[in-house]
């Protein structure tokens, strides 16, 4: 055994190295999975479920999944697609996020999923939690509202810039971003040039005096949908957002 | 209420910006006691825009208006550039903003002249109003109407150009803009900027005409003598983006002059009132009773010495010989006013696309952060003062917003008061074009009430007349 093997997504049969995981194995393909928590540069996580499909008629995280030999994947049925959409809109009420203001419009994964599973607003209520901004550090700021938990953060100031600057803290509703220290991001030894803000596929930790620059129409969803590098195109970009 | 006494509510009030209601409480000899223009909406910005990086503030506060973001971006934007530090922009910077306030100024004149007050001038106040719409001028008068909508457009497209859309679009960051025109930008803009300078003075004839035609009948429609306040240049020219205070009172007497924009708490006050969410602002030195003073264009040009484009000069000159010397109290000469500035705003359009710094690429400035800082502009509908206090965390800890039509507020209740009694007193039946008059008085400040809502034949007018008990004696309905 070479280490390749074979699995089939949506009927098609695809080439796969051993100890990959199913999303990296259908992004070799040119099979788009769409992911929140999963970054190319940090380990696995598990945390956001939007990459979840079928294997076997089964739900499961596509970023944690290994392939196996003979696999059977969904990841293009409408059960998948109801799945991920629904999951989608349970992460934009349970935070806090006006994309119409918001400085990472045009530039946020979790717009883009929304605009790509064709979602304009959500069934569920929306939960409207309270959540502080931690705004103390003179580069970086913290916007909890529009927090999804995805944990790239945490894991890129661990992985990628050396330090510990923010873990979890919290259960369930409660459980959120924390950083290392009483003094929120300020008293912690993250900088502006750290990845942590880079990472995040939404608005919640941004770099200081980065906002608005990129004007409309050359920001990273505006021609392109989410995923859109990686298969083919799924629909047009809206002008308008 | 007494016995015998009436009380009429036009609700909403149409072709305006906004929602709003007007109530007239008619005696028992059935004139009139009380009328008010109530405006019914709660925003709230002010509040929830605390504890938000301010950075995010210009564009977040577009979104209190679909007609005039730009204003409201614009403003913040100039406070912000304080809050951030830098006083004086790139300019290329300043004048990628002035081009989009140009854009602006001149789609929501447009709009507002064509669309919303056209039907009342070309068709009179109680003319039919299955007629007195814009699809009525449409059909009467097809070529003012298409020209009224290519404006309109033109002026959305200059706010695209500079913003990258037509409502809500997003140019100005603190200490100055993310984008300059292209060539072929420009180019586009420059293409139609003629044709648009011819129609606007086209515009302003429509205007004169009807003001000079009706003088007589319109002269004391809704009309007073007060207060004017505006923004001029130093040199006392018209100036709409970045200039100083000036107020003159109802004889023309200067009441202050040139002051500083962060100096506007000094010389001007608000008073709340129990009936409306809008506050009643009022020049301090004047008091709450006397201090009451009205913006937007007639005022402008009231407080103006002269604008510096030479085509809106000429029409700004002919406009005062005609109506005698500054202050104009004539309030229906709002229109004429608007229509002048339409015509300045697609000269300066043309001015700033010739100048080379419009494609320029030095876009930002940057300084030393401040902790307070006031910006000033002249939206469509008036002045509009934004002023913001920054912790050293960069959250806003306080807003305060004086908009374009807060100032008109207590002149709108004078003019709806005014003409209540003009036209509606001692009458014991009250028609739809009776009652239109009201409205007219209203739409002559063009007020933006917050969201756009106009929308023919779809827009529902309900009013009642009621007797003391809260019988129902008559009911008319539109819409």
Redesign the interface.
Known sequence: MNGRLTITVDGRRIEARAGQTILEACQDAGVYVPRLCAHPKLSVYGSCRVCTCLVGGRATAACVQPVQPGMVIENDSDRVLEIRRTIIEMLFVEGNHFC??C?KSGDCELQALAYRFGITHPRFPYMFPERP?D??HPEL?LDHDRCVLCGRCVRASAELDGKSALGFAGRGLRRRIEADGPRGLAGTDATGDDTIAEVCPVGALLR??T???????RRRYDHEPIGGDIDAPCGEAQ??R | MTESSRRIVIEPVTRVEGHGKVTILLDERHRVREARLHIVEFRGFERFVQ???Y??VP??VQ?LCGICPVSHHLAASKAMDLIAGVERLTPTAEKIRRLMHMGQIFQSHALHFFHLASPDLLFGFDADPAVRNVLGVAQKHPELARQGVLMRKYGQEVIRAT???R?????A?PGGV??SLSAAERDALLADVERMTDWAEAAVGVARDYTLDNLEQIADFGSFTSSHLGLVRADGALELYDGLLRAVDETGQVIFDRLENDRYAEVLAEEVRSWSYMKFPFIRSLGPERGWYRVGPLARLNVCERITTPRAEAARRAFFAALGDPPCQVTMAYHWARMIEVLHAVEAIHELLLDPDITGDELLRSGTRREEAVGVIEAPRGTLFHHYRVDE???VTMANLIVSTTSNNEPMNRAVRQVAEQHLSGRDRITEGLLNHVEVAIRAYDPCLSCATHALGQMPLAVELRDADGRLLDRRTRG
């Open positions: 119409m203001v400085e901004i705004a103390g700021l200081k005096g906002a608005y620059r990129t004007p409309y129409g002008e308008d | 504890g938000r990086p950075w995010e564009v977040l979104r913003g990258g859309k409502v809500h679009a997003i140019v960051v993310n984008k965390n960069d959250q």
